[in-house]
């Protein structure tokens, strides 16, 4: 589905989204694999990174698109065919959430191919660390996964412990100060955390 606004000179722009498109919180969102038809959508954005949970390749064509918008692009590679190893999953995550919560990397959109299981776990993660309660964040994984909903997704949220978070996140963090709050602080940690993939585009 997409919406239309007018252009310049009266030509209109077909704005459309990535399917399961949404906006996890101010600053950051989350969809499906971007394909060339919702770039123009993208655009509106305002985008300084990207959050990508696959492991195959960018397109170059999305490779395009991010160097003429001055995007970055960091990759965490997590197996969606096959499950993978927990430590494995542990890492990216971690990883991944470091990316996340860095208020310099933002607006950021996070994404893996369908938009379901990858980026849903993530999501909930980020919604252990702003302290929401395990019903909601269950309910909000299901409503995008639907009847794809993997029980090895909601255990691994379940068990995820935001304190080894802490314990591994190195340089600047962004810190909720509880949910839809404007308040922002930022704390400084020295100390360790697998590097993501960042791609040069």
């Not at 600053?27 to 954005?45: D, H, K, M, V």
């Not at 304190?163 to 996140?169: A, D, E, N, W």
Request: proline share 5%.
């Amino acid at each position: 589905m997409g919406f239309i606004v007018e252009g310049e000179e009266g030509n209109d722009v077909v704005m459309e989204p990535p399917p399961n498109f949404s906006m996890v919180e101010e600053g950051i969102y989350r969809s499906s694999f971007p394909q060339p038809c919702s770039f123009a959508f993208l655009e509106t954005l305002n985008l300084c990174s990207i959050i990508y949970l696959c492991p195959e390749p960018y397109p170059e064509e999305n490779l395009e698109f991010l160097r003429s918008h001055n995007i970055r692009l960091f990759q965490f590679g997590i197996e969606g065919k096959t499950e993978p190893s927990v430590a494995v999953l542990k890492d990216a995550v971690r990883g991944a959430l470091k990316i996340l919560i860095d208020v310099r990397n933002h607006p950021v959109l996070i994404h893996c191919k369908r938009g379901k299981h990858r980026t849903g776990s993530l999501v909930g993660c980020l919604r252990k660390l702003q302290n929401w309660c395990l019903s909601s964040v269950f309910e909000e994984y299901q409503h995008f996964a639907g009847i794809k909903s993997r029980s090895a997704d909601l255990r691994f949220i379940e068990t995820f412990e935001i304190v080894c978070l802490r314990q591994c996140l190195h340089s600047i963090i962004y810190q909720y100060q509880g949910y839809g709050s404007k308040k922002r602080r930022l704390l400084y940690r020295e100390e360790t955390v697998q590097k993501p993939q960042i791609t040069s585009v």
